[in-house]
């Protein structure tokens, strides 16, 4: 038996019901069989429905209750929507052997107290018998498919035709159900489909010059090309001007001075701190001009003839005596080149935001050499995320056991201590430990960036879990390599942060912290369980811990931990 709730423009919201939202609630479908031998009350076996709204199924109408329950259809008004109720096996029998004429009747008991005129407006009720692809109340792709013949059917609709059948029985249902939960589970993937820019090959806009540059007065036409100064633009086919793929050629031709200067320029003042051109983002006329420019002129013919290698330029940088002199300030030159612009000496510059995260994570031994994979999500100060735009954004958890890409289950800090490259960035809300450190927004390009020195940038190396974390895996490192005495130990936290031995003055200052944090958390037993954390090497107590804690945190904050010599 199918009943079909129908929608009409006479009743409230156009229905199908005619309460004030155009729902309506069917509490019991009860249908009896008139024969010549008397009447017999037919059973329903079960029912289902093209919808249901929440609390209120299709079941709810044929398990002989007339209560408030039922089947409706609340959230999905002004549309057509059916219920099929099938017949068990013995009220199919007894209408299979209906010989004479019978009939039937139909009661649709409606009496929800909820709400008033919670009652059809507009309905159909019909029997089905056999196949009929029209009655079936199947969904309109599942009919298309029905109507193509089995040798005909291509192998997606073969899927779609199985799918369907699937999710018909209850277990599959519940299988199905787990897998969508667990899949709930996996990691934030930022991903996102990138526009690519293609050129217009057929009805291409005309472009014109504007008469003292208003659009109202446009005058001649103008066509793609390059200044005069500079190798003209030729297009590789005579009838057509040139494109996109002429400009990347004209780009990177020998005739072309610009490119090759511009990008070694670049690379230079990453291993000098700045460029043989200061102005990086300006090589025009109101820029600076080179202070080598014949070193300029020889570096950017050696990155051609290299095949545009950027591995192959800095190889050739770093290996020449330029680039391994010693930082160390000159007093004879400091009257005659201040800024060192002849590299007198190598310059002495404060690392990237990116890499001083990593310095710290190296330096205590917990740093990930793993190479290439998605990005990760590293502990965020909370209310960072929702700084994003209209607080669209969260940040994700990085669960290392359940990525696909991981073939067998690693340790957490494999992930949450890979390198700062892989740090999932958000333009809207970056990660604060990077723009602390001078590490750009990301909206606008940046070719240069800007080296600050505030006390914001101490307070996030005391703070921040990660440089906390890191504390702690120095002293651990420490106390495992180092079993003799505190002043060898000491002597090994400096080698491994700034890599030379520290003076007999420096070794005593840190000597003296750490019997001052000792004293300290001998009397703060608590606070030194808590700042030591787990995992202690053996044979050492919480105070020893937390107190070599301490003094690692400082090294850690020396500025030539993060300074380049």
């Not at 069989?33 to 093209?50: K, S």
């Not at 909820?114 to 018998?129: C, D, I, N, W």
């Not at 780009?251 to 610009?258: E, Q, R, Y």
């Not at 056991?401 to 809207?428: L, S």
Request: net charge negative.
């Amino acid at each position: 038996l199918q009943i079909d709730a129908l929608p009409h423009d006479s009743l409230p919201r156009s229905g199908p019901g005619r309460s004030e939202k155009g729902n309506f609630v069917l509490s019991e479908v009860e249908i009896v069989l008139h024969a010549a031998d008397g009447d017999y009350p037919l059973q329903f076996a079960n029912a289902r429905a093209d919808f249901s709204q929440e609390g209120f199924s299709a079941a709810q109408s044929i398990d002989g209750l007339r209560d408030d329950g039922g089947w409706a259809i609340g959230g999905q008004n002004n549309k057509t929507h059916f219920l099929i109720g099938y017949f068990d096996e013995d009220s199919r029998v007894r209408l299979a052997a209906q010989a004479a004429p019978a009939s039937l009747t139909v009661r649709l008991v409606q009496q929800s107290s909820k709400e008033p005129h919670h009652t059809l407006g507009r309905f159909k009720v019909r029997t089905l018998t056999g196949f009929d692809e029209h009655s079936l109340g199947l969904p309109e792709s599942i009919r298309k498919v029905l109507l193509v013949a089995p040798a005909e059917r291509g192998p997606e609709q073969a899927d779609e035709l199985l799918n369907y059948f699937a999710g018909m029985d209850s277990m599959f249902r519940e299988l199905q159900a787990a897998v969508d939960e667990f899949q709930k589970q996996s990691p934030f993937k930022p991903e996102m489909t990138i526009p690519v820019l293609q050129e217009r090959t057929a009805e291409r806009r005309v472009t014109r010059v504007m008469r003292r540059g208003d659009f109202l007065s446009p005058v001649s036409e103008v066509g793609p090309g390059a200044l005069e100064t500079l190798p003209p633009l030729i297009s590789r086919t005579t009838d057509a001007p040139p494109d996109r793929l002429d400009l990347a050629r004209w780009l990177v031709s020998g005739d072309n001075p610009l490119p090759a200067r511009v990008a070694v320029n670049h690379v230079w003042s990453h291993l000098f701190g700045r460029g043989l051109v200061k102005t990086a983002t300006d090589f025009g006329i109101r820029g600076e001009p080179p202070t080598h420019p014949e070193l300029l002129d020889w570096l950017a013919t050696e990155y051609e003839r290299l095949g545009w290698s950027r591995k192959s330029l800095i190889k050739s940088i770093v290996m020449s005596e330029t680039y391994r002199q010693s930082s160390r300030h000159r007093s004879e030159l400091a009257d005659r080149d201040v800024e060192n612009r002849w590299l007198s000496r190598q310059n002495r510059f404060r690392v990237e935001a990116e890499i001083v995260r990593d310095l710290n994570l190296a330096a205590a031994g917990l740093l990930s050499r793993q190479v290439g994979g998605p990005s990760v999500f590293p502990p965020l100060p909370p209310g960072i995320a929702e700084l994003s735009y209209a607080g669209n954004f969260k940040w994700g958890k990085s669960d290392w056991n359940t990525r696909p890409d991981r073939p067998t289950p690693v340790a957490p800090e494999q992930d949450v201590h890979r390198r700062g490259m892989y740090t999932f960035f958000k333009r809207t809300a970056p990660h604060p430990s990077l723009t602390t450190f001078d590490c750009p927004d990301a909206n606008l390009t940046s070719v240069q960036r800007s080296l600050s020195n505030t006390p914001l940038q101490a307070l996030v190396t005391l703070n921040n879990t990660v440089f906390v974390d890191s504390a702690r895996g120095l002293m651990r490192r420490t106390l495992t390599e180092v079993n003799t005495n505190d002043a060898e130990r000491v002597t090994r936290m400096f080698r491994l942060c700034v890599a030379r031995e520290p003076s007999d003055g420096e070794r005593n200052e840190f000597l003296a912290l750490l019997a001052t944090a000792r004293d300290y958390y001998r009397e703060h037993p608590d606070q030194a369980a808590t700042f030591a954390g787990e995992g202690l090497p053996p044979d050492t107590t919480a105070t020893d811990a937390a107190a070599w804690t301490a003094t690692a945190r400082m090294i850690l904050n020396l500025d030539e931990f993060i300074t380049r010599e």
